[in-house]
């Protein structure tokens, strides 16, 4: 259930509705910064739907960015149901909207969160973007498996599933940022130290406090961040 929208935090926004290849809807909301020229393509975790995410919304607009989030098949009020091929299709989706929207490759900028790393992978694999940021993600289902069994039941994930992110970050060739809190304990650090390693050049690692869900960066971090997003590199990390 969508709960609140960025009109409750005063910000403007389209509310869009997109078309998947498999003829189902999904919805995104697409907000128009008059001070920016580029874009964040934010695609969220596993929890909650697009609502749940205002605070990291909000943020990005003050960077400032225009910034364009989705709901995946299944989650708020997007048609469906999730899996590894309705999550590729989002993905696409999404990126279809921001070309049509006139924006190059190269102000495009995509996050994924979790769940989200996921799908920014796959479109940072695939298509031509500024640079990826993938924070909090699996390294593979097998080793989400192999790790934590319990884990392996919650909805974003399947015994079936072909989710192998650091088989596709391999395929990337733009800068990739990584952020991961060192004391995960739901999707451990040791997944993006592996995502890291198999990564290309540019690549950056920034090493949190906290766990999957408080996750924490210092000042100089977050400057890190930011910068990143602004340009695709960090000059000293």
């Given at each position: ?86 999550l590729y299709m989002d993905v696409q989706a ?38 990826v940021i993938i924070i909090a993600t699996l ?85 890190k961040y930011v910068e990143f997003i602004k ?7």
């Amino acid at each position: 259930m969508i709960e609140s929208t960025p009109k409750q935090i005063k910000l403007p926004y389209e509310n869009i509705f997109l078309k998947t290849a498999d003829g189902k809807k999904i919805n995104g909301w697409y907000l128009d910064n008059p001070k920016s020229d580029k874009v964040i393509l934010h695609f969220h975790g596993n929890t909650g739907n697009m609502s749940t995410y205002l605070n990291r919304i909000s943020s990005y607009y003050k960077i400032p960015s225009d910034v364009f989030v989705i709901d995946y098949h299944g989650f708020g009020k997007s048609e469906g149901e999730i899996s590894d091929q309705t999550l590729y299709m989002d993905v696409q989706a999404a990126y279809s909207f921001l070309i049509k929207k006139k924006y190059k490759p190269n102000q495009i900028m995509v996050i994924g969160v979790s769940m989200g790393g996921i799908a920014a992978a796959e479109l940072a694999a695939t298509q031509k973007i500024a640079g990826v940021i993938i924070i909090a993600t699996l390294s593979s289902a097998k080793d989400v498996f192999e790790q934590h069994v319990p884990f392996f039941l919650q909805p974003f994930i399947w015994i079936n599933s072909t989710y192998n992110v650091t088989e596709t970050i391999k395929k990337i060739s733009v800068p990739i940022l990584f952020i991961h809190a060192k004391d995960d304990k739901l999707l451990p650090y040791k997944m993006a130290l592996k995502n890291y390693q198999n990564a290309k050049e540019p690549k950056y690692l920034i090493s949190a406090d906290g766990g999957h869900y408080d996750m924490r960066l210092s000042t100089e971090q977050k400057a890190k961040y930011v910068e990143f997003i602004k340009t695709g590199k960090i000059k000293v990390l």
